[in-house]
């Protein structure tokens, strides 16, 4: 059997993407990353169903969360920012602790978005 490299897909043909910075606001410091990633898969879940999810293709960026400041980005297709935005609203809680998911802003690089929104400034 011949193996045969696929071709990569054309930067025209791929899905534009956005990094959506959020926060986690409640009484005491979530201490997991696990915990906050599942808290969004199921809200999103329960918001825009399987289908949507997977056309969103939501992926929450471990190695992006600040556990001092709770925030974290979510990489999300460009089309389904605000529909991601709506299912955070329904993520209430997060290890038996009430939160809320509060989006700080969205930006089409990373590294921009790491500047401007995961400062201790804003």
């Known amino acids: 059997m011949v193996k045969t490299k696929l071709k990569p897909v054309l930067p025209s043909l791929r899905e534009k993407k956005r990094y959506l910075v959020f ?7 979530i201490s997991s ?5 599942n808290a969004i898969y199921s809200c999103s879940l329960q918001f825009l169903g399987q289908l949507g999810t997977a056309k969103a293709g939501i992926m929450v960026l471990d190695n992006k969360w ?6 974290g980005v979510i990489k999300v297709g460009h089309k389904h920012v605000d529909a991601v935005k709506a299912a955070l609203v ?3 809680s997060i290890e038996n602790q009430e939160v809320i998911f509060r989006s700080i802003g969205v930006s089409g690089i990373l590294r921009k978005a790491e500047r401007k929104f995961l400062k201790v400034g804003g």
């Not at 926060?23 to 410091?29: D, M, P």
């Not at 600040?66 to 925030?71: A, N, P």
Request: net charge positive.
């Open 90 to 92: 329904f993520a209430d």
């Open 23 to 29: 926060e986690v606001i409640s009484k005491e410091k």
């Open 66 to 71: 600040d556990s001092k400041l709770q925030r």
């Open 33 to 37: 990353f696990r915990s906050v990633s």
